[in-house]
């Protein structure tokens, strides 16, 4: 059965309402990256640290995570100074999926939340003009931008989701309206079919299994969206690529390979962390 957005986010078709709901307050995590000098911890674990306060917001509209106070996290850059950077991702993966688990049986919520602060990412973005927004079918406990691609209809953004036609090759978008039917594309991830308009974003909305303020991102390590950003930053003006995720999943600081691509910003329930100043 094609998933259809209604039903996952039923009472949030009216935009209007969407965008002046106010923010609720959501105790939540920050994820730092630990030496495994606790006990009970490893190498490439993730300790997060309760985060019980309002985040801070720099005006009605821009929002902006406060950092965390000092000591709270670990610094610098990769401080698993002895582990390569992709035994690091392993284990931190292993541990950001339990953590975006248990986020997601924690906030229901925060999908619709995380929508009310599109008019934030859009004026931090310069983006005044609708185009082509790309989002993403949401599987496990990925944050679900279902309202958030609804909002964005409704201010008259097109619609796409990313079709993979070869696992090595970058990914496709294809125009998609929600309750259109999905097929199983190259990975086993819902695509549009083929028959679907090719087209070019102009946002790119992205899953994650943690991000950090410098634009890190850990993905699920099959390099889909990496391949993807390289191809399109390549070939003409950049679109934006921002991850979607929970407050929760933020880390100190993530380690970094050759070819991860870095977010321009990211887009959680708490509100909008712009990385990117230059747009």
């Given at each position: 059965m094609a998933p259809t957005w209604s039903s996952r986010s039923r009472g949030l078709n009216r935009p209007s309402r969407l965008y002046a709901a106010p923010p609720p307050s959501f105790p939540h995590f920050h994820i730092a990256v630990v030496r495994g000098?606790?006990?009970?911890?490893?190498?490439?674990?993730?300790?997060?640290?309760?985060?019980?306060d309002e985040c801070g917001?720099?005006?009605?509209?821009?929002?902006?995570?406060?950092?965390d106070p000092p000591g709270s996290r670990l610094e610098g850059r990769n401080d698993?100074?002895?582990t390569p950077p992709a035994a690091a991702k392993t284990a931190l993966r292993r541990n950001a999926r339990a953590r975006r688990k248990q986020l997601a049986a924690e906030h229901p919520e925060a999908s619709a939340a995380a929508a009310t602060r599109a008019p934030a990412m859009l004026a931090a973005l310069n983006l005044d003009r609708p185009g082509v927004v790309a989002v993403y079918a949401?599987?496990?406990?990925e944050l679900d931008p279902a309202p958030l691609g609804e909002a964005l209809a409704a201010a008259g953004w097109t619609l796409a989701l990313p079709a993979s036609v070869d696992p090595q090759a970058p990914l496709a978008f294809r125009r998609w309206t929600p309750g259109e039917p999905l097929v199983v594309?190259?990975?086993?991830?819902?695509?549009?079919p083929s028959s679907a308009a090719a087209v070019r974003p102009d946002l790119v909305i992205v899953p994650l299994l943690a991000f950090d303020r410098a634009g890190g991102r850990l993905g699920q390590g099959g390099g889909h969206y990496d391949r993807t950003l390289a191809a399109l930053r390549g070939s003409g003006p950049p679109p934006p690529f921002v991850g979607l995720a929970y407050a929760g999943q933020e880390a100190a600081d993530l380690p970094r390979e050759p070819h991860d691509q870095p977010l321009d910003g990211i887009l959680t329930e708490a509100g909008y962390i712009g990385v990117r100043k230059d747009f």
């Open positions: 000098s606790s006990p009970g911890s490893s190498p490439g674990s993730l300790a997060l640290a309760p985060h019980h917001r720099a005006s009605s509209d821009f929002v902006i995570l406060r950092s698993l100074t002895a949401a599987i496990g406990a594309d190259a990975v086993g991830i819902q695509a549009p």
